[in-house]
């Protein structure tokens, strides 16, 4: 069993920046993959990128070059900095590793 658990979702600004935390522990194999999601209102569950057990990282187009994926400092836990948010943005954001998921964390962009 894989327990997750995600922070750092709150009220941005439009053009501001914020970043979230993912932390998992139990059964997860070194060579786990880690990533993100997230579901807007009325939308289903989209990917928003991966970090790789090598740490290399891959993005939707929606997000690459202003989200950033990275390991946290301790053991299966991952960042994701998102800078230059806009409204679309807004969205319940999910980390999931090892076929696990967390309870998400309320990201909302609005001025």
């Known amino acids: 069993q894989v327990h997750i658990v995600e922070s750092g979702g709150g009220l941005v600004q439009p053009g501001g920046s914020l970043r979230l935390s993912c932390a998992a522990s139990g059964s997860i194999f070194a060579s786990a993959t880690m990533a993100w999601y997230r579901q807007a209102p009325g939308k289903s569950r989209e990917w928003v990128g991966s970090?790789?057990?090598?740490?290399?990282?891959n993005y939707a187009d929606s997000v690459r070059g202003r989200f950033t994926i990275s390991r946290g400092n301790a053991k299966n836990t991952m960042n994701l900095q998102m800078n230059s948010v806009n409204v679309e943005d807004t969205a319940v954001y999910y980390c999931?590793?090892?076929?696990?998921w967390g309870q998400g964390t309320q990201v909302t962009v609005s001025s």
């Open positions: 970090m790789w057990s090598d740490g290399s990282a």
């Open positions: 999931s590793v090892a076929g696990g």
